[in-house]
């Protein structure tokens, strides 16, 4: 319940670079995707996610320059199955259209991923006879 509490806080106090990545993909308006923000997930709290394509967008400050503990954060993200894309503040704030641009390159091939559990070679052949018999 703290993370809860403490990710609306966040939300209510976002910065000027999330406040702006947040308007160009809330409701849908980026690729028709949903987001969500300051989402609590284990012992983190993300600044963006979208569940379906497991895709975790951060924008950081300075204070993240090669953080050790945004290293292990990431590896448990990646163990979790999600991608972790990381923006800049200023990279946000300057060229929106670029990071926007960048991520498409991201999500494109995310959403052309094989089914988790695909049927196996020539599965598909034989349910077809099977319902085509009965």
């Given at each position: 319940?703290?993370?809860?509490?403490?990710?609306?806080?966040?939300?209510?106090?976002?910065?000027?670079?999330?406040?702006?990545?947040?308007?160009?993909?809330?409701?849908?308006?980026?690729?028709?995707?949903?987001?969500?923000?300051?989402?609590?997930?284990?012992?983190?709290?993300?600044?963006?996610?979208?569940f379906d394509l497991r895709l975790v967008v951060e924008i950081d400050g300075g204070q993240h320059c090669e953080c050790q503990t945004d290293q292990?954060?990431?590896?448990?993200?990646?163990?979790?199955?999600?991608?972790?894309?990381?923006?800049?503040?200023?990279?946000?704030?300057?060229?929106?259209?670029?990071?926007?641009?960048?991520?498409?390159?991201?999500?494109?091939?995310?959403?052309?991923?094989?089914?988790?559990?695909?049927?196996?070679?020539?599965?598909?052949?034989?349910?077809?006879?099977?319902?085509?018999?009965?």
């Amino acid at each position: 319940m703290k993370a809860n509490l403490f990710s609306k806080e966040l939300r209510a106090k976002q910065t000027e670079a999330e406040k702006l990545f947040w308007s160009k993909i809330r409701g849908r308006k980026f690729e028709n995707l949903k987001f969500r923000r300051q989402v609590p997930l284990g012992n983190y709290i993300l600044d963006f996610v979208c569940f379906d394509l497991r895709l975790v967008v951060e924008i950081d400050g300075g204070q993240h320059c090669e953080c050790q503990t945004d290293q292990f954060r990431d590896a448990f993200l990646e163990e979790e199955g999600f991608l972790v894309k990381r923006y800049w503040n200023n990279e946000v704030l300057g060229n929106i259209e670029g990071v926007l641009t960048d991520l498409i390159e991201v999500v494109t091939p995310l959403r052309k991923s094989p089914h988790p559990n695909p049927l196996p070679q020539g599965a598909r052949e034989q349910i077809k006879k099977l319902s085509s018999q009965g």
